[in-house]
């Protein structure tokens, strides 16, 4: 692998940054997720984190096939359960059946990143391949709002919205939300 790895003096170096990738790719599963920890859970929100964190490192691969996992486990309505267990297989054992709104808008995030990160010969494919699962997903949270815009933080498993919202959460769905129309507008 041919990365110039990024650093910041003082902070981070390019072999820390070396070192946690292996570590990643020690704890991503046949099927792409990447759990906490060996065996332990994974939720939709950090696993973008872990799949962006790879193309940092220059693992393409490693974070498309953690794409892939969400896609293949995403629910037909574009959601995600709020965490999932490795299971040998598909890996999309339920640990925890909530849907939380910036969660699952937050691959949209992950979406424009790992588009952006990939070589240029393969973006605009990567991005169309990308669209539908992000579109899905965006639209669910979008149908997630009050009468008046506000996207609640979170649903049951029997589809009750809860009476809140998070500004963090707020805050994360409208970034997701720009990183969705910037992917469309760009490579749609």
């Known amino acids: 692998m041919n990365v110039v790895l990024p650093e910041v003096d003082g902070v981070i170096s390019a072999d820390d ?18 759990p906490w920890w060996p065996g332990g ?11 962006m964190a790879l193309d940092v490192a220059g ?12 896609a293949d486990i995403q629910a037909a309505d574009g959601s995600w359960h709020n965490y999932y267990l490795p299971d040998g297989d598909r890996d999309n054992t339920v640990e925890e059946a909530k849907y939380d709104t910036n969660v699952c808008a937050y691959i949209a995030t992950g979406a424009v990143h790992h588009v952006r990160c ?66 469309a507008a760009e490579y749609t």
Request: hydrophobic letters at 45%; proline letters at 5%; charged letters at 20%.
């Open 118 to 183: 990939a070589p240029e010969d393969v973006r605009l494919t990567t991005a169309r391949d990308m669209w539908p699962m992000v579109r899905t997903a965006l639209d669910w949270v979008l149908a997630q709002r009050r009468d008046d815009g506000l996207v609640l933080w979170a649903v049951t498993d029997d589809d009750r919205p809860w009476d809140y919202a998070l500004l963090t959460g707020t805050a994360s769905i409208q970034h997701s939300l720009r990183s969705g129309a910037a992917l």
């Open 41 to 51: 859970h994974c939720d939709p929100w950090n696993h973008v984190e872990t799949a």
């Open 59 to 70: 693992h393409h691969s490693a974070a498309r096939r953690a794409y892939d996992w969400l």
């Open 17 to 34: 940054i070396a070192a946690s990738a292996r570590h990643l790719l020690d704890l991503q599963t046949p099927s792409g997720m990447i």
